[in-house]
């Protein structure tokens, strides 16, 4: 069955630390990958995703991702986290040929001034 | 300016009332998605639609409707809401990929139901 699970819940950083989170799907096929973050009260932005190509892919506000296969991963990083980082954030696979969107659970992630 | 917009906002109903939350898109996207968030669980695909007239389950899709007579409008509808629907809504749209994948999704502002 198709899966996205994120293996980190709750991290706790101070700033200027380096993140990781991780992300694993599992489908067959090919996959398109998505990183998302939820600010406290607020929707869904993209962040970062990836169909093809360059397995490591830059997004906003400094964040990137890099498309393991081999590990059918696609692990979230920031060198620098600051205090405005503090947000939950998600991992999502979609199949490339269909609407179905699979969410991991999330990572609440609080950035300590 | 592009969005996605939902209403109600906050709703607190009771059991057995039949409820519509609209979801609308001005960006003429293809594709439209109701998703459910709950604490620990993360975000769950209720019902998705690759175009007009073309719905499709998501991974819970029990206890809700939907229709896409309109490409902008993609209603969720609860026909008769349960306490274990409270939930925090969110509707979402995206331009549909060359395979008809989602190419990225822009999300709505919530609609926080609660069920009596």
């Known amino acids: 069955a198709q899966s996205v699970s994120q293996h980190n819940h709750h991290v706790i950083l101070s700033e200027a630390a380096s993140l990781e989170l991780g992300c694993n799907y599992s489908?067959?096929?090919?996959?398109?990958l998505f990183w998302y973050v939820q600010y406290p009260g607020q929707h869904l932005q993209l962040l970062l995703k990836y169909f093809s190509g360059d397995p490591l892919v830059k997004g906003i506000k400094g964040f990137e991702a890099e498309f393991i296969k081999s590990k059918f991963s696609f692990n979230l990083r920031k060198p620098s986290v600051q205090w405005s980082d503090t947000a939950e954030y998600f991992c999502?696979?979609?199949?490339?040929?269909?609407?179905?969107?699979?969410f991991g659970q999330g990572t609440t992630l609080q950035v300590k001034p | 300016e592009a969005q996605v917009t939902q209403n109600p906002r906050y709703l607190i109903t009771v059991t057995g009332k039949k409820l519509t939350v609209t979801c609308s898109q001005n960006m003429n996207h293809e594709y439209m998605s109701w998703y459910r968030q709950d604490p620990g669980l993360g975000l769950r695909q209720i019902y998705y639609?690759?175009?007009?007239?073309?719905?499709d389950k998501g991974d819970v899709p029990e206890g809700y409707k939907v229709s896409r007579k309109e490409k902008r409008n993609f209603p969720l509808i609860l026909e008769l809401p349960s306490p274990n629907q409270t939930s925090l809504y969110f509707c979402?749209?995206?331009?549909?990929?060359?395979?008809?994948?989602?190419?990225?999704?822009?999300f709505g502002p919530g609609t926080r139901l609660t069920v009596l």
């Open positions: 979402a749209s995206s331009l549909s990929g060359t395979s008809g994948g989602i190419v990225q999704q822009f």
């Open positions: 639609s690759m175009n007009v007239e073309v719905t």
């Open positions: 489908y067959g096929g090919t996959v398109n």
């Open positions: 999502a696979g979609s199949s490339s040929n269909t609407g179905k969107l699979i």
